[in-house]
């Protein structure tokens, strides 16, 4: 399994400092601190109710935080809608259960936004469209409908959809963790090739050997703080924290 | 390999009638209908020896016989010399308004109450809560008495609204009066040119039409959104009040107003009506209410989100991802409200509103003595109603559909 | 390391939230003032509340209840309610015009009714079942006196019917169908020619009986309670075959089923009630002629059964779709089936919507009124026809609306409730 090659720039594509978050009050996210620079991809990994899936959620407003600072490529995210709207529409967002609108085509999924939001003319939303589904490898469903496609093909669908957008940076929430084990591996060949052409990308996932492959870095996250971060070779034969060394070997254990 | 013999057929055994898958269907089938007919036959035979001893006979020629009562509220010209035949018509008529504008009504107000029960603020949802829950779990017939007896014991007498200091006041500048002997409207006056103006005002709605089509070519072609709400609410308001005022106001209203211990002239619509239309609203739209936010809330908090994170705004969002999907789920039970409200409306006769029951299963059944003829028409009549009204969900639920493997 | 790697020293513990994101504040912040939208509604709601509440509670809180007339109330104090009404007629809204001495009898039944839906309800009692089984029977009796072999014929020729039908089937016939029809013959015969002579002997020998009272005479919520228990309860069984005949692959059988419950749903309740009246008894031998609250019954059952099939029928669609099969492939027939596997999920996924379809019956009962029986609508207007009475109406109609409100509503919580623990129980 070859690496992948490194595309990090010296721009920070995300900035998050103090960034707090409770959930009644239950303290949810405790004192994230985290840079992201253009063109790296990290990983997020950790036990259930860690946080991990709420933090990127922050990061495009899904969820809010109370206290501390998150920033997007230059625009800070607060209640200003204006600013919402702009962060949304530069990052793009993979969820485990797909997603997908049910009563639209697959081309109609992927065009939907392009037009009402970028007010893109309709021919040319088809043919962006068309591209990011060739890019997924699944042109040929352009016009069939999500129920009628396999998992692997609906979330490899909700990849290119998000793509359609033309984001800089791709979230993804454990995207492959609904999925049957034989079509894990088409949908990670497409995270694969997204990092190789230099996205910036966040994914939650328990995919360790993607991970390898893949990640920049590693991060660990346990009771909604970050634990230990290191690049993957570093972080999976040298963890350091006790909590990491727990969770490797009952993640990597079987 | 030896191919081995043919399978032997066993002899038939009438015990195999039963056993036996091929003919097990079969007859239980025939007992089935054999039972039936026979239960059907003993029904009708019982029925004409019991006709026979009370001297009738079945027959339907009472529909062209003289009616011999008034009606006194009706959608087309009917006296008591008119065919009972007529006043079944009039009757059926009076159900079917009452079905429309009670759906009318029904349908605004849930949609309104349903919407605002999802409402996050608190104080909002629980009284909307407390509407539909407090309408739908006590009987319709009880609210339309109710309504009823308030309209009629509440509101003050027409003689009331005399004198220089009159008890009661019309509401709205003097032109809706509230009674106990019903409801005063102006009526419409259609006086000359009113025509053309009716006509200009199809002209400006097929305008609106078109002007939606090439606002929806332009946003394919260039993708830039027309605003097209405020372009047509101008395009039928204005020239509509232009002409309005050119031509002279060709659109009058006829005002009531109090003559001697009645009001005369306007539309007067009575308590029986109001009540009964009134109830029916209600009642159905705390149901209506309910299956829209059902409706709304089947659709997984996922779909939002994933609009949301492309970008989209709340309202385009409502409109392109929440309500294609949630419509597919509220109009069945939508359309089976309706059908609903539409059998409630029988419960005219309690306020003594003249529906289909009250004319052709009420007064005609008691004047002719047509016990049966007149309840299988009656009922012929609810039937085709229900049947029309299954088939268009049926038509909704085929063609709307979303496509699964 | 390079410059990426971090590990955490100390663990950060959880710090309590910010004032404004919990507690009271928090959650008035959240649900009433989030947005200058949401404030207004929540100040115009507030409004309204007060308005409606600041005529209603003062005339309320201050009413009448001792009066005797309605002319008394007003002479006192015409602004508060008069709810004397209800103090007065309270016996009569709710057994109707029932003998007064025997107001016992419908109150013994009504809380041997529960007695007999527990057994039903929670399995842990089943062995109480047989209690559930003469309930009926003990009911009517009670209800509507007479001797108590009247009833207890009923008991007994089925019994002996179901003696039959296992003597039938251990020693002579292996057949089902044979071993059934006989013994529904036998039952038939019984009632006709054996069933009264044996009634009056049995009379003569253990006499035990109650002061009859007449149909005519049950109202108030008495009857809506009759009409609706005995409905859905004698529907239950109509509708699950309903069910299973329109899911059938016979064509014949299926058609009458579908037939039957489209008719059924597709007219007003008023009407299949006035044929009740007027028509069933044209449609039965001449010369019978039955009490008028059980041809009620009778037509209700047929309403609700319907109603019940559709019911059950999307209780039967919401099974795991294997189930069929299974069953099939351990051999079991048909009938085992439906009865061991099938039913049993399909009714426990059916209750809320049986629940449902009796809160719908019961609201339905008023509709006897329109058919001069005497139920708490029927009341009202008899109440407000009466002289002393005469011009009231708020007070009677909020007590019966809340008199319903209160059952249906608490049933409505009852199968929401039924509802959720259905989806946690998988």
């Known amino acids: 399994m070859e690496k ?180 894990i591996k088409e949908v990670l060949d497409t995270m694969i090739q997204l990092a190789e052409d230099g996205m910036t990308m966040i994914c939650v996932t328990h995919e360790m050997g993607f991970a390898r492959q893949v990640a920049d870095r590693v991060i660990f996250m346990d009771d909604g703080q970050i634990v230990e971060q290191n690049e993957p070779e570093s972080f999976f034969n040298k963890p350091q924290s006790d909590r990491t060394k727990l969770f490797l070997s009952q993640i990597l254990g079987h | 390999m030896k191919a081995s013999a043919p399978p032997k057929t066993e002899s038939f055994k009438l015990s195999m009638l039963l056993s036996d898958t091929r003919y097990r269907g079969t007859s239980l089938q025939v007992i089935t209908f054999i039972i039936f007919v026979a239960v059907f036959f003993w029904l009708v035979d019982n029925t004409l020896k019991n006709l026979a001893l009370l ?206 211990f009645n009001f005369k002239d306007g539309i007067h619509l009575r308590n029986s009506f109001l009540a009964l239309t009134l109830a029916l609203a209600l009642y159905t739209s705390a149901f209506i209410a309910e299956i829209v936010r059902a409706g709304i809330l089947a659709i997984s908090k996922g779909q939002t989100e994933a609009a949301a994170s492309l970008g989209l705004r709340p309202n385009k969002i409502m409109n392109l991802i929440i309500l294609p999907q949630a ?56 039937l085709c109603v229900s049947l029309l009204i299954s088939s268009v969900i049926n038509y909704y639920n085929r063609s709307f559909q979303i496509v699964v493997r | 390391m390079s410059k990426l790697a971090f590990v955490q020293k100390n663990k950060i513990p959880p710090s309590p939230a910010p004032i404004s994101e919990v507690g009271i504040i928090g959650w008035l912040k959240q649900n009433l003032f989030s947005s200058w939208f949401n404030t207004l509604l929540t100040l115009l709601s507030i409004y309204f509340i007060f308005i409606i509440l600041k005529d209603f509670i003062p005339w309320a809180w201050g009413g009448h209840w001792d009066t005797k007339s309605l002319r008394e109330c007003l002479d006192l104090n015409p602004d508060v309610a008069c709810f004397s009404v209800l103090t007065a007629r309270w016996k009569q809204l709710l057994f109707g015009l029932y003998p007064a001495e025997e107001y016992w009898r419908p109150t013994v039944t009504f809380i041997l009714l529960i007695f007999s839906i527990i057994p039903i309800l929670f399995p842990k009692y089943f062995r109480f079942f047989w209690f559930s089984i003469i309930y009926p029977g003990l009911a009517i009796w009670l209800l509507w006196g007479g001797s108590i072999w009247g009833v207890g014929i009923v008991y007994i020729g089925f019994s002996l019917g179901v003696l039959l039908f296992i003597l039938l089937l251990r020693n002579i016939t292996r057949n089902m169908v044979i071993a059934g029809i006989s013994s529904i013959l036998f039952v038939i015969l019984f009632f006709i020619f054996f069933s009264n002579y044996l009634v009056n002997i049995l009379d003569i020998i253990i006499p035990i009986s109650l002061p009859p009272v007449e149909s005519l005479k049950m109202g108030g919520f008495t009857l809506s309670l009759i009409v609706g228990i005995t409905g859905i309860v004698a529907s239950f069984p109509i509708g699950i075959l309903l069910a299973l005949g329109r899911q059938s692959n016979l064509p014949i059988i299926k058609m009458i089923c579908v037939g039957f419950i489209e008719f059924i749903r597709g007219v007003p309740l008023i009407t299949l009630l006035f044929v009740a009246s007027v028509l069933l008894n044209y449609f039965l031998p001449p ?17 609700s059964a319907a109603y019940m099939a559709e019911v059950i029928r999307g209780g039967l669609a919401g099974l795991p779709l294997g189930q069929h099969e299974a069953s099939a492939s351990l051999g079991l027939t048909y009938w085992q089936s439906q009865r061991l596997v099938i039913m049993p ?4 996924i059916s209750i809320p919507g049986i629940v449902n379809t009796f809160i719908g019956l019961f609201k339905d009962t008023t509709l006897v009124s329109i058919i001069s029986l005497r139920d708490p609508v029927g009341l009202a207007s008899t109440i407000r026809a009466d002289q002393t009475w005469n011009g009231i109406y708020w007070e009677l109609y909020v007590a019966i609306g809340l008199m319903f409100f209160v059952v249906c509503f608490g049933m409505s919580q009852y199968s929401q409730y039924l509802e959720r623990k259905l989806k946690t129980d998988k």
Not at chain 2, 329 to 337: D, E, G, Y
Not at chain 3, 294 to 300: A, F, G, P, S
Request: hydrophobic share 45%; net charge positive.
């Open chain 3, 345 to 348: 999920q399909a009714l426990k």
């Open chain 3, 287 to 303: 010369g019978t002629n039955f009490d008028i609250v059980l041809r009620v019954i009778i037509m209700v059952t047929l309403f």
């Open chain 1, 4 to 183: 992948t090659k490194i595309n990090i720039t010296d721009e920070v594509a995300i900035h998050i400092s103090e960034m707090n978050k409770w959930y009644g009050n239950f303290h949810v996210l405790r004192d994230i601190n985290l840079e992201v620079m253009r063109g790296e991809r990290i990983v997020v990994c950790g036990p259930s109710g860690s946080g991990k899936s709420t933090l990127i959620r922050c990061i495009n407003r899904l969820e809010e935080h109370q206290k501390g600072r998150i920033i997007v490529d230059g625009t800070e995210l607060t209640t200003d809608l204006k600013n919402i709207d702009k962060i949304r529409s530069e990052v793009g967002m993979v969820f485990q259960h797909f997603n997908l609108f049910p009563h639209l085509t697959t081309l109609e999924n992927c065009t939907l936004a392009p037009i009402w939001v970028r007010e893109t003319p309709a021919k040319e939303a088809q043919e962006i469209a068309m591209e990011m589904l060739e890019k997924v490898k699944i042109p040929e469903q352009a016009n069939k409908y999500p129920g009628q496609l396999s998992g692997g093909q609906q979330q490899r669908v909700a990849i290119a959809r998000s793509l359609c957008m033309k984001p800089r940076i791709m979230l993804f929430d454990e995207v492959t963790s609904a999925l049957d084990p034989e079509m």
């Open chain 2, 55 to 260: 001297g009738k006979d079945v027959s339907f020629n009472f529909l062209f016989l003289r009616a011999g009562y008034d009606i006194n509220q009706r959608l087309i010209p009917y006296t008591s010399d008119s065919t009972h035949g007529r006043a079944a018509f009039v009757g059926i008529l009076n159900t079917l308004l009452v079905a429309f504008v009670g759906c009318f009504f029904a349908t605004i107000l849930g949609l309104f109450v349903g919407i605002l029960r999802l409402s996050k603020n608190w104080l909002v949802a629980k009284l909307m809560s407390i509407y539909i829950e407090g309408f739908r779990n006590v009987p319709v017939l009880l609210w339309i008495v109710m309504i009823f007896a308030l309209l009629t014991e509440f509101t003050p007498a027409p003689k009331a609204f005399k004198g220089a200091d009159p008890q009661a006041t019309m509401l709205l500048f003097d032109s809706i009066a509230v009674t106990n002997r019903g409801t005063y409207f102006p009526a419409p006056i259609f006086g000359e040119g009113s025509f053309w103006l009716l006509l200009s005002f199809i002209l400006s709605i097929l305008i609106v039409i078109f002007i939606k089509q090439y606002a929806n070519k332009q946003k394919k072609e260039t993708g830039k959104s027309l605003p097209t709400f405020w372009i047509s609410i101008l395009t039928i308001i204005l020239p509509t009040l232009g002409l309005y005022f050119l031509i002279g106001k060709p659109i009058s209203l006829e005002y009531p107003y109090l003559k001697g």
């Open chain 2, 327 to 382: 419509l597919r789920i509220i109009v069945p039970p939508l359309i089976s409200n309706y059908l609903n409200l539409t059998k409630n409306s029988s419960l005219a006769i309690a306020v003594g509103y003249m529906d289909v029951r009250g004319t052709l299963g009420g007064i005609t059944l008691n004047q002719t003595g047509r016990e049966l003829e007149s309840m299988l028409l009656l009922m012929g009549f609810y």
